[in-house]
């Protein structure tokens, strides 16, 4: 086959071009940092990388969640603690007022208090986190207590949360367990002491010690409750957290190029460049034509 200067000299030239192209690919791995910057330099790695963003994605969802789950339980929590205090406080009253000895000025006086106390527990009951009432159920709009008005929530509904792939955990208290306005519930109770309190003669006070007793265990259960599902939380938050790092670190693997092999290759190849280019104007001689003036 008889090779011609023209076939030397476009051959060196596509050799070139290819060695820019390779260059180039390297720098915008180098620049970016990444392996391949569309689907179509590596397929198998963009659909991989594809799977791995989308559970990436799915536990950072998850931690968000987390993060909703524990503003919600400890503002609840919180706000039990203080109701249990209020509630202790009610019976030492009561205990107080038990004494046979007291005027009626004095239990007037207790009365009072019993009565601030009691609306002290209603703004608890009406606690809000970001907007929403806490201790209504699913019914986060809705204003849970209202004595004026004698509604109380008897939404049992829970709120839950996913908080990773398929576990879902109710991050709300049943109020019907704990903040009641029936005859026998909390606030009737409350009242009825309340009434007693103020009537001329006043009888069997201390027999709203059991009923006090009553409300603040199923204050202090509910509270345990929402603890053992807090302690459950987490626990999920440690497995989450474990995840996410997995993720990064798969995603990175999958994605993220290796830089000071990039950096070793970068250099190989802009040295077969330069050896290229020396080589070309090599081949390139001047021809028969040149000498023809």
């Not at 596509?14 to 180039?24: F, P, Q, T, V």
């Not at 103020?198 to 409300?215: I, M």
Request: zero cysteines; proline letters at 3%; charged letters at 25%.
């Amino acid at each position: 086959m008889r090779v011609t200067q023209s076939m030397l000299a476009n051959n060196t030239l596509r050799h070139i071009s290819e060695s820019y192209g390779r260059m180039a690919k390297t720098q915008e791995q180098l620049s970016t940092g990444k392996k391949i910057s569309r689907p179509s330099d590596d397929p198998v790695v963009a659909m991989k990388g594809m799977t791995y963003r989308t559970n990436l994605t799915e536990v950072e969802q998850y931690k968000r969640n987390l993060s909703e789950a524990y503003n919600w339980m400890e503002n609840s929590d919180a706000a039990l603690d203080k109701a249990t205090s209020v509630m202790q406080r009610i019976r030492e009253l009561t205990v107080q007022a038990s004494n046979g000895t007291l005027e009626d000025s004095q239990r007037e006086i207790i009365a009072k208090e019993v009565g601030q106390l009691k609306e002290h527990l209603v703004s608890i009951a009406n606690t809000q986190v970001a907007g929403k009432f806490i201790f209504n159920g699913n019914d986060t709009t809705a204003k849970p207590v209202d004595l004026n008005a004698s509604k109380v929530s008897t939404n049992g509904n829970p709120v839950e949360l996913e908080l990773s792939k398929g576990i879902k955990i109710a991050v709300n208290i049943d109020p019907r367990n704990v903040f009641t306005l029936t005859p026998d519930g909390l606030f009737g109770d409350i009242t009825a002491l309340e009434n007693t309190l103020n009537s001329t003669n006043p009888a069997n006070v201390d027999s709203f010690l059991g009923k006090l007793d009553k409300h603040i265990n199923n204050l202090v259960s509910e509270r345990a409750e929402l603890g053992a599902r807090y302690n459950r939380v987490e626990l999920i938050d440690e497995r989450v957290s474990e995840q996410e790092v997995i993720a990064n670190r798969i995603l990175s693997d999958n994605e993220d190029a290796d830089i000071e092999r990039v950096i070793t290759d970068l250099k190989m190849q802009e040295t077969v460049h330069r050896a290229a280019l020396g080589v070309g104007s090599r081949i390139m001689q001047p021809t028969l034509m040149d000498f023809l003036r």
